[in-house]
T-cell receptor
Framework: DTAVSQTPKYLVTQMGNDKSIKCEQN?????MYWYKQDSKKFLKIMFS???????INETVPNRFSPKSPDKAHLNLHINSLELGDSAVYFC?????????FGDGTRLSIL | SQQGEEDPQALSIQEGENATMNCSYK?????LQWYRQNSGRGLVHLIL?????REKHSGRLRVTLDTSKKSSSLLITASRAADTASYFC????????????FGKGTMLLVSP
């Protein structure tokens, strides 16, 4: 009964491809997030959704498009993947307090 | 822009010793949180301290907050090998939706 689950855990793909990462939370939280963690472990917010509405979009290239079909799911679609997109992407959720994180999706671009 | 800066970047100690990590930030905050990240895993919330609090305890963890100096410290007492992980501070500037800005983290290695 994982609280925040992401799939896939690993994603290896070629430059120029389009890929999606899925996230689901069973905590009943209203707010969900996507973070990017680079090779130096720096974690940066990308998007935040509250009750399916976008509330934060932190200067992320428009190749990245989040989609929230309901408040328990926040998926991330990435078009035209570039080498610099290689990172670990984390999904998280919260209900105004501490955030609960998934175990991450390691994206490697060849 | 990056908010928190942890110090030191890496810390190596023996089991049973105490570990202290510091965090500095730049803008006003609503609360400050500390998270742990084990290798290959997601972040796990440890403790939250509000801007009107000065000290908070949770088990072997003690967090202090000095808003005049814009700094916080995390003390882990009687460390164990299982405490080996990266530790991040994160500041939340909003009182509504939680929007965290993370520091670069301190990598803690506890040797048996």
């Amino acid at each position: 009964d994982t609280a925040v689950s992401q799939t896939p855990k690993y994603l290896v793909t070629q430059m120029g491809n389009d890929k999606s990462i899925k996230c689901e939370q069973n905590l009943g939280h209203d707010t969900m997030y996507w973070y990017k963690q680079d090779s130096k472990k720096f974690l940066k917010i990308m998007f935040s959704y509250n009750n399916k509405e976008l509330i934060i979009n932190e200067t992320v290239p428009n190749r990245f498009s989040p989609k929230s079909p309901d408040k328990a799911h926040l998926n991330l679609h990435i078009n035209s993947l570039e080498l610099g997109d290689s990172a670990v992407y984390f999904c998280a959720s919260s209900q105004g307090g501490p955030q609960h994180f998934g175990d991450g999706t390691r994206l490697s671009i060849l | 822009s990056q908010q928190g800066e942890e110090d030191p970047q890496a810390l190596s100690i023996q089991e049973g010793e105490n570990a202290t990590m510091n965090c500095s930030y730049k803008t006003s905050i609503n609360n400050l949180q500390w998270y742990r990240q084990n290798s290959g895993r997601g972040l796990v919330h440890l403790i939250l301290i509000r801007s009107n609090e000065r000290e908070k305890h949770s088990g072997r963890l003690r967090v202090t907050l000095d808003t005049s100096k814009k700094s916080s410290s995390l003390l882990i007492t009687a460390s164990r090998a299982a405490d080996t992980a990266s530790y991040f501070c994160a500041t939340d500037a909003n009182s509504g939706y939680s929007t965290l800005t993370f520091g670069k983290g301190t990598m803690l290695l506890v040797s048996p």
